[in-house]
């Protein structure tokens, strides 16, 4: 069905990714740009993409492409590394539907953003499975964390999660620590020396860093039976992903396992994040098509009764149908 589309290594999988984004950006098109919570994004996102999110033909096509180019950059990655065992289009397909499963996150977000800076990140993380210049790398992966957390605040989290990925690969040292705590640091030096130049840090502290800073209340989400079930389909394919790996682990070389370990790691710090901020942001879930994409692959790869992925393929989009009609 679906999912044998996107099976392929051929350039055709890249044209149903491109047709199967289109389909999920449609009602987007169609209609008027929804409010969204300006207060839930930071100072310099809206000062960058603040003008382009009010005019809808101009940020759902500049979405469209953010999304289309991160799910070939993270295909690429994947297939880079070689932990699927075959070239397929399944992480690109899958990092859309994680990208775009929420009809809120089509639009252009602070999300999708820090998104970007992730995956730029991770890439530049993953060099060090073969390392010239690891202490470089360590330092440009934690700068672009840094980066992307200027724009969606709640990415500071991920600083300890490159120390435990580094500690995964058997890098990590005092070197290394220090360096990425300076890497870190470096673009919150700039924006400090900004702001307080133009007498902007009591601002920047109150609409930047302390409202994500507590408890949350999930129940204050508003969560609908829509995005429950959605959520749970999710859980469900993720945990039988997590079974088959656990199954099959002595299958795989060491460094895919470790690297497998570091997926596992992302997904849970996404997790970890939001314990510590008072507001469940739904652009938070963007991130899980990071870990999400190559879990899902996993499983739909390695499942052997083809009607079953069949009727998980239909639930899920059965969900997102009911989703985006809600939505508009």
């Known amino acids: 069905m679906i999912i044998s589309l996107f099976k392929t290594n051929q350039i055709s999988g890249i044209v149903f990714l491109f047709l199967f984004q289109a389909l999920l950006f449609l009602n987007a098109f169609l209609h008027p740009i929804p409010l969204i ?16 999110t009010l005019l809808k033909w101009v940020q759902l096509p500049l979405a469209f492409v953010l999304i289309f180019l991160q799910a070939l950059l993270y295909n690429y990655l994947i297939i880079q590394l070689n932990i699927l065992g075959r070239t397929t289009y399944l992480p690109a397909f899958f990092y859309v539907v ?13 999300g999708m953003v820090a998104m970007s800076f992730s995956l730029l990140a991770l890439f530049t993380f993953f060099r060090l499975v073969s390392p010239k210049f690891p202490l470089r790398q360590v330092f440009y992966t934690s700068f672009l964390f840094s980066l992307g957390s200027l724009f969606y605040f709640p ?39 900004y702001y307080f130049w133009f007498d902007g840090l009591p601002e920047f502290w109150e609409k930047d860093v302390k409202p994500f800073f507590g408890f949350p209340d999930l129940l204050a989400a508003g969560f609908t ?14 945990a039988s992903s997590a079974y088959t790996f656990i199954r099959t682990r002595f299958t795989y070389k ?30 938070h879930l963007v991130l899980l098509a990071f870990p999400a994409g190559v879990f899902l692959s996993l499983y739909f790869l390695n499942l052997r009764r083809q009607w079953w992925a069949d009727v998980i393929t239909v639930l899920l989009f059965s969900a997102m149908v009911v989703l985006q009609f809600g939505f508009y």
């Open 98 to 110: 994680a990208s775009c499963m929420l009809p809120v996150n089509i639009y252009l977000n602070s």
């Open 155 to 193: 990415l500071v989290y991920f600083l300890p999660f490159v120390w435990v990925a580094l500690l995964t690969l058997g890098y990590m040292g005092l070197r290394q620590w220090m360096v990425s705590i300076i890497g870190f640091v470096v673009p919150y030096i700039y924006v400090f020396l």
């Open 37 to 52: 919570d300006p207060a839930r994004e930071t100072q310099i996102f809206e000062t960058v993409f603040g003008p382009v």
């Open 225 to 238: 039976i829509a995005e429950l079930a959605l959520f749970g389909l999710l859980v469900f394919i993720m």
């Open 254 to 283: 060491v460094i895919q396992r470790k690297i497998y370990r570091i997926f596992s790691w992302f997904f849970l710090f996404v997790f970890l994040s939001v314990a510590y901020m008072p507001f469940f942001n739904r652009h």
